[in-house]
């Protein structure tokens, strides 16, 4: 096996049957895993399957590992058979055949062919090797990482085979219902915008599908720090994505079924809306000329008529309520409950306004009447100058059109003088009448 001999001592009989023992052990696990690895639903789904990209240029350098698996095996096994021959030669063993042994299962006897490694020259310059040379330990180790890199790369292809798809397919069986489903309601493509992320949804699916059967390694997410084959999971990022895109499809259509359950209360409502706010702009626009006609002095705010264009929506509304236009009327609704509530609110205000005349008119007779109630009760109700004062301040009150400056001036007259006479010294029986004509 060489002129130098055997690498190190020269075994002996014990330990030349406790390697044979221990190879034994390793070449029975090694076939082991190359048949189940032969055997692997990944490995056979790869070879019938039509590849590309990463999975493609990985799964071609996988099969040249695996068919160099299966020669460093044979050869592992043929050197193995050698050394069990010579070892059964005879019961105690010579020291010509525990050199052989020796040199057999330590040193560098196992001859593999370059074509079969795949290997390149060792140096661009010096002759190319024609064949490798290994020890059995070295060609265990190298077969180790053969077959781990090989099954890493069909574990997890497999693995993204065996979760993906089958997700997608039920996210594309879960589409389908929501088509129909927006299709009962009007939701199609270039009518709503729901109709048209349907149709992305169902072309980014099908995309997504074709890509994982045929390049699954592009969806793979290797685990951070793991060495063991096989160890990541499938990347589901764009998968999730379509989940989420088609939940918030699915609940714009579901909205779309209730505006149909419920679209005639609403509208109902809406109209009553409208309707109050109508009567309250009529309201007010009656207010006005009469305040117009009442009050002088006094800027009145002009009404505005009443609102077409939502009278115009809301029979735009009911239309396609009718027609069953539900993709079109729940925007729609949404828009006009808004609408019709800002207009009632804006009639109340045009009333309030136009209306606040007669109601500074209303609160001035109000305090006149009480503080000549007040000075009634107090004795004061004959007392002529708070009578002068008290008919000038009604006059101008109970005129039309009324000057609310001139009467509220008159107003103010009458309280200071109310209160002067209230607060003079003896009272009604013993004062004695004062001349204030002349007070302003």
């Known amino acids: 096996m060489g002129d130098a001999g055997p690498p190190g001592p020269v075994m002996d009989r014990d330990e030349v049957d406790r390697a044979l023992a221990r190879l034994g052990a390793e070449h029975e696990a090694v076939e082991t895993s190359l048949l189940a690895l032969q055997?692997?639903?990944?490995?056979?789904?790869?070879?019938?399957?039509?590849?590309?990209?990463?999975?493609?240029?990985?799964?071609?350098?996988?099969?040249?590992?695996?068919?160099?698996?299966?020669?460093?095996?044979?050869?592992?096994?043929?050197?193995?058979?050698?050394?069990?021959?010579?070892?059964?030669?005879?019961?105690?063993?010579?020291?010509?055949?525990?050199?052989?042994?020796?040199?057999?299962?330590?040193?560098?006897?196992?001859?593999?062919?370059?074509?079969?490694?795949?290997?390149?020259?060792?140096?661009?310059?010096?002759?190319?090797?024609?064949?490798?040379?290994?020890?059995?330990?070295?060609?265990?180790?190298?077969?180790?990482?053969?077959?781990?890199?090989?099954?890493?790369?069909?574990?997890?292809?497999?693995?993204?085979?065996?979760?993906?798809?089958?997700?997608?397919?039920?996210?594309?069986?879960?589409?389908?219902?929501?088509?129909?489903?927006?299709?009962?309601?009007?939701?199609?493509?270039?009518?709503?915008?729901?109709?048209?992320?349907?149709?992305?949804?169902?072309?980014?699916?099908?995309?997504?599908?074709?890509e994982v059967v045929s390049d699954p390694l592009a969806y793979w997410q290797k685990a951070p720090g793991s060495s063991a084959p096989g160890g990541g999971r499938p990347d589901t990022a764009a998968y999730d994505r379509q989940a989420r895109a088609l939940d918030e499809v699915r609940r714009e259509i579901e909205a779309v079924l209730t505006v149909r359950q419920d679209a005639e209360a609403r509208l109902g409502k809406l109209r009553d809306v409208l309707s109050r706010a109508d009567r309250t702009l009529a309201e007010a626009r009656s207010a006005r000329g009469e305040v117009l006609a009442k009050i002088a002095a006094s800027e009145v705010p002009a009404v505005s008529g009443p609102p077409t264009a939502l009278q115009e929506q809301l029979a735009a509304a009911a239309d396609y309520r009718r027609h069953g236009q539900w993709h079109r009327l729940s925007p729609l609704l949404e828009s006009l409950e808004s609408k019709a509530e800002d207009e009632l609110l804006r009639a109340r205000e045009s009333l309030t306004a136009v209306t606040a005349p007669l109601a500074v008119r209303a609160e001035l007779r109000g305090r006149l009447d009480a503080y000549k109630a007040k000075v009634a009760r107090l004795g004061y109700a004959e007392d002529p100058f708070l009578v002068e004062r008290y008919d000038a301040a009604r006059r101008m009150l109970w005129s039309a059109p009324c000057d609310l400056r001139a009467a509220e001036a008159a107003v103010l007259r009458y309280q200071r003088a109310a209160a002067e006479a209230l607060s003079s010294p003896g009272g009604p029986a013993g004062a004695a009448p004062t001349d204030r004509r002349g007070e302003p």
């Open 39 to 210: 055997d692997h639903a990944g490995r056979r789904l790869l070879e019938g399957a039509e590849l590309t990209g990463t999975t493609r240029d990985r799964w071609a350098s996988a099969e040249q590992a695996i068919t160099l698996l299966w020669t460093y095996f044979d050869a592992y096994a043929g050197t193995l058979r050698t050394a069990r021959e010579i070892r059964s030669r005879r019961r105690w063993s010579s020291r010509d055949d525990l050199v052989e042994l020796t040199e057999l299962l330590r040193g560098e006897c196992v001859t593999v062919a370059s074509g079969a490694g795949g290997s390149a020259p060792s140096s661009i310059t010096g002759p190319a090797k024609l064949s490798e040379r290994f020890t059995l330990a070295a060609l265990v180790e190298r077969m180790n990482e053969l077959y781990a890199s090989s099954l890493d790369m069909v574990v997890a292809a497999d693995a993204v085979w065996s979760a993906l798809p089958a997700r997608i397919d039920l996210l594309a069986a879960e589409l389908g219902r929501t088509r129909q489903l927006a299709h009962s309601v009007g939701v199609r493509p270039g009518e709503h915008p729901a109709g048209d992320d349907l149709e992305r949804i169902t072309g980014a699916l099908t995309r997504l599908r074709s």
